[in-house]
């Protein structure tokens, strides 16, 4: 039995307050305790209570079934070619930003030593995608899949993009999540996700200290960056490419799963309707209201 989309709609909306509220006020306290009280109390606990008072099937409601090597090693390959192509996506948001004003550094600074590395990769690559797969591509994903396997894989993405509630990265954690959804369908198995997930954050967090490494940790509050359109164009042909060899990489990740598939017999139209339901409509303009907030600062309107 699949859990209730509306149901599921209204904890969506739940943890994007707890996110802007509480999470916000713990995660300023202290950043790494406060990313794990948010990862745990407010991402992953929601769910196994919901779980459990509604008797459902974990193991089914959350995909938990194993991989073989072969699986593990292929998408720890497509997790790489993955975040070159999701870094385009970035690269090009920001290149668009930087013409309104000075872009804001993301809020997660860059490790200062290998400890602190440890210690991110830790949380932002192993707690975050554990937590965060459990909750978007295990009980989200699931939770809207009557509408369709690919459709929900699409509806998770979006609402995965927006709980981020940034400007910069939406269209980059779009598009992770559209292929963290793929890779999860396909095997139907949420460690996919995971592996995934944690690859692309740990892979980001290792980057991020060598540049600070580079640039003797001396990172502003806001930074005058100036992208040039060639680097847009050189880094979008180099994406290309990447993005070539992960299509070849699915294509072959197809080839030797066979998931259940779920045709679904709603239309588009009908499946917007989701946006207007009240709990994501909310969240929608919460959204709205937040990277509006975003870019008008950037902008120094405000």
Known sequence: MRPDEKDISKLYFFVMLLFITIGYLVQKASLYIGIVFTEFFFVLLPVFLYI????YDVKYVLRLNPLTGEKVLLLVIIALFGWVVSGFFALLTNYFLSKLGKIPVMPIPAAKDEQELLLQILIFGLVA????????????????EMRG???????????????????????????????????????????AGMIVH????????????????????????????????TAVIGYGIIATFFAI??????????????P??????????????????WPVF????????????QILKIARVI
């Not at 459990?52 to 008797?55: A, D, E, G, I, P």
């Not at 990489?249 to 066979?258: G, P």
């Not at 017999?265 to 499946?271: A, L, R, Y």
């Not at 929608?284 to 937040?290: D, H, Q, S």
């Open 149 to 191: 396997s690919i459709k929900s894989i699409f509806i998770t993405a979006i609402l995965f993009a927006m709980l981020h509630l940034n400007v910069q990265n939406f269209l980059s954690i779009l598009f992770l999540g559209s292929l963290l959804g793929y890779v999860v369908y396909r095997t139907d198995s949420i460690f």
């Open 260 to 277: 259940y598939v779920i045709k679904g017999t709603t239309t588009i139209k009908e499946d917007m309707h989701i946006f207007l339901y």
């Open 198 to 229: 944690f690859t692309n954050n740990t892979v980001s967090a290792i980057l991020s200290y060598f540049i600070a490494q580079q640039n003797l940790g001396k990172v502003a509050s806001f930074q005058q960056i100036s992208i040039p359109f």
């Open 282 to 293: 909310l969240s929608v303009l919460v959204f709205v209201y937040r990277i509006s907030w």
């Open 129 to 144: 995608a554990c937590c965060e797969e459990i909750f978007m591509r295990g009980l989200i994903m699931r939770s809207f």
């Open 52 to 55: 459990f008072l509604k008797r």
């Open 245 to 258: 060899i992960l299509y070849i990489l699915l294509r072959y990740l197809a080839k030797i799963t066979d």
